[in-house]
């Protein structure tokens, strides 16, 4: 028995020794060859070095650099991108979009940014829908589905084996049956719950396509936890698009025993700018099945408004794949270029230090800073570090709110009753640098001004996080919030 004990003994000390020594090694690669925030730094050095074995996993779950960005480059489409692009920003900068220059010339350098460095078309011909209810939004979007005629390209981040499923899966197959081709993209570790027996058996049927982002090295051993394919993105017949927060699953239509109704936003887009949607699938599609659907040029002209809208609008996208981080950049500018008010809506908020920082300021200049947050957690350790970074800004001066009718699930943010921009990345570290997400900014003054009022109808449902009571707060609070915001940058 004491030899037994002296072997475990021996095999502990060489596990810990060796885990000492990886996580050094992962310290020198950490400092010298990741281009990485200051603060996520040290906070990776502090879990590495003060809890060696679980900072060991951490790192090798959710630190390493596994992306070949070489992969995600789609020559295809640059070219064509290339030329347009040259085109729309020389219109831009002389103000020939064919419409009033005093109805965006104050954003032109917001235009000019997403078209440099995320080739964002603009496209001023475009009708949008908000929906706030889950119910609305799917049965919205079973109706476009059954209207199909040419194809549906439907990429989710969750898409669970329920009963929304079932219904729209449904529609699908009968689709399907017509000939309309249909391709269904999904995201690994977000259906890590949804057996890939299901999404093999929806591609039995003729006309029906499955592939999975970042594929699970065994079922259950996701060596990619980050760099996941968080976009929400449907595309009908490059007529109708939809993009926003909800994912498919029966929580999202209030069948949630754990947050009750679910408050989240969505887009229905008709007009030039589903095409940028399209392209947006397309390359995520091309990326994970190995198929080039950009031989089929038919599927990527661009379609007019059914409503004859007029909505100026950029698709922007960003992920670990881009040097930019487009959709933060957008949020930091829009930020800087308030004057009078800036609403934000989001489940989690973990601002990097520009952005907390330009919100500070917007605050103390004067700016109306309204953040809604949720008033129960779905990862308590994200929620008291958002907790904290909230407070900061209600000390300041910020108006901050947390939703009590359910879940906050909503993403994005309007500013100055001018410009907004929504989808499907939360305000977050994780969301600006480690996920692969899509957002639409509009620059339309009445639909900007539709969203503050839809903000401002769920302040009725919103308790106001008061200044006092903030500062009143328990010291294991204090505490608990300080520990959560010291390892936030790696959250």
Not at 234 to 254: A, C, W
Not at 371 to 385: E, G, L, S, T
């Amino acid at each position: 028995m004491a030899e037994i004990s002296g072997i475990f003994a021996e095999i502990g000390k060489f596990i810990w020794q060796n885990i000492l020594i990886l996580d050094m090694i992962f310290a020198i690669f950490i400092v010298f060859f990741q281009r990485k925030d200051p603060k996520s730094i040290w906070a990776w050095l502090l879990l590495l070095y003060f809890i060696p074995i679980v900072g060991f996993v951490f790192y090798i779950l959710f630190g390493l650099n596994l992306l070949n960005k070489r992969r995600f480059r789609i020559k295809e489409i640059e070219g064509r991108i290339s030329n347009v692009i040259h085109d729309r920003y020389d219109s831009v900068r002389e103000h020939k979009l064919g419409i009033d220059p005093g109805d965006y010339a104050d954003d032109s350098d917001l235009m000019l940014y997403n078209l440099a460095t995320c080739d964002s078309e603009i496209t001023d011909d475009n009708d949008v829908s908000f929906f706030t209810d889950g119910n609305e939004k799917f049965n919205a979007v079973i109706e476009d589905i059954l209207n199909a005629r040419e194809f549906i390209h439907m990429e989710y981040y969750i898409i669970r084996n329920d009963e929304l499923m079932d219904r729209i899966s449904e529609a699908l197959i009968k689709k399907a049956a017509e000939g309309v081709k249909v391709r269904i993209l999904y995201d690994a570790m977000g259906c890590r719950r949804t057996p890939t027996s299901y999404f093999k058996k929806l591609s039995k049927h003729e006309n029906i396509s499955t592939s999975v982002f970042f594929p699970a090295f065994f079922k259950w051993v996701h060596l990619r936890v980050n760099y996941r394919n968080h976009r929400k993105i449907l595309v009908i017949d490059n007529r109708v698009g939809y993009v926003g927060g909800f994912n498919v699953g029966k929580e999202y239509i209030d069948k949630s025993k754990r947050f009750g109704h679910w408050r989240d936003t969505h887009m229905r887009i008709t007009g030039s700018a589903v095409n940028e949607l399209n392209i947006r699938f397309t390359l995520d599609w091309n990326y994970a099945s190995q198929e080039n659907l950009f031989e089929q040029k038919e599927n990527f002209v661009p379609k007019p408004s059914e409503h004859g809208g007029n909505s100026l609008m950029q698709i922007i996208s960003s992920g670990p794949d881009s040097s930019n981080e487009a959709i933060r950049d957008n949020y930091l500018r829009m930020i800087h270029k308030a004057k009078e008010s800036i609403y934000i809506q989001t489940p989690y908020f973990i601002p990097d230090g520009s952005i907390r920082s330009a919100l500070l300021i917007a605050v103390r200049s004067g700016v109306d800073v309204n953040i809604m947050i949720p008033c129960k957690p779905d990862h308590p350790f994200v929620y008291w570090a958002t907790y904290s970074y909230v407070g900061e800004l209600v000390m300041a001066g910020a108006h901050c709110y947390t939703y009590d009718a359910g879940f906050l699930h909503a993403k994005g943010m309007i500013v100055d009753s001018r410009i907004l921009c929504y989808g499907s990345a939360n305000f977050d570290i994780r969301s600006f640098t480690l996920n692969f997400e899509v957002n639409a900014v509009i620059f339309d003054r009445h639909k900007a001004s539709e969203m503050e009022q839809i903000f401002k109808d769920d302040l009725k449902h919103c308790t106001p996080i008061i200044r006092s009571d903030y500062a009143a707060r328990s010291l294991w609070l204090r505490f608990r919030e300080q520990f959560c915001r010291l390892f936030s940058p790696i959250l």
